[in-house]
């Protein structure tokens, strides 16, 4: 029995020997240390450790790539569903309105107006520039600029809606040449009727229409612009129309 323990204490101060000369063998570097036990790689073997180690991984890549889908797809409907407008008409006086209140408008223009990109129905836009002359002067000049920038270049643009004010407006602005062909033609009692909103009331009184000239302007290049001022000047023409009746 004394034997066997004896033996075991030799047996393990030789693997002790043994352990000290492979670690100092291993510090000088005749033999290969291998990988530390952090630099091993655990290959995941089941489904769930194989998910668990793609999230950890790639998860912040997964939500960038969600959230453009998602982004991507908003725009997507929105450009499919986006009506675009056969014609344009600015709404430009020194009496401020309600959006509400030029949807009237709209549909009174849609009334008379043409299908003019054929997409199967008439849609007619009035672009709310209406400021007043107390009001808020950062707000005043942005919806001025707005306009300026339409007339320079819309060709879908080509019918005004004005007061007295914004007529002589026009004038300065265009250092007293002509913006609009002919006369600023009177809004009838008709007009008002058909617009009148339900909450809102009816519009300002003493509105007139004219018709943006395009002659000698930049418009005149358009090539497409042609079509946007024969469907105005018919549209014009019904106005006057009605207002003889």
């Known amino acids: 029995m004394a034997d066997n323990k004896k033996n075991d204490i030799i047996e393990e101060q030789r693997r002790a020997r043994a352990e000290f000369l492979r670690l100092k063998k291993m510090q ?7 990988p530390k036990p952090s630099e091993v790689a655990i290959v995941p073997k089941t489904p769930k450790e194989k998910w668990d180690n793609f999230w950890f991984q790639y998860k912040w890549w997964v939500f960038t790539a969600v959230a453009s889908v998602i982004v991507l797809s908003i725009l997507i409907v929105q450009c499919a569903s986006r009506v675009e407008p056969d014609m344009e008409i600015i709404y430009f006086t020194y009496t401020p309105v309600m959006d509400q209140q030029l949807e009237e408008v709209s549909e009174y223009f849609e009334e008379m107006a043409k299908d003019i990109n054929d997409d199967g ?3 007619v836009q009035i672009i709310n520039c209406g400021i007043s002359e107390k009001g808020n002067t950062q707000y005043t000049n942005t ?11 819309n060709e879908k643009a080509l019918l005004f809606i004005t007061d007295s004010k914004s007529i002589k407006y026009f004038d300065k602005f265009n250092e007293g040449a002509h913006i ?3 006369e600023p033609l ?3 009692e008709e007009f008002y009727t ?12 003493g509105l007139t229409i004219s018709i943006r000239r395009v002659s000698d302007t930049l418009l005149e290049e358009n090539k497409s612009v042609g ?4 469907e105005a000047i018919r549209i014009i023409e019904k106005l006057e129309s009605k207002n003889s009746k």
């Open 227 to 230: 079509k946007y001022q024969k």
């Open 121 to 123: 129905e008439v849609n």
């Open 186 to 188: 009177s809004l009838g």
């Open 28 to 34: 000088s570097g005749e033999i290969d240390a291998g």
């Open 143 to 153: 919806t001025l600029q707005k306009m300026q920038a339409m007339i320079a270049a």
């Open 194 to 205: 058909s617009t009148e909103h339900k909450d809102f009331g009816p519009l300002p009184e």
């Open 180 to 182: 609009f062909d002919g």
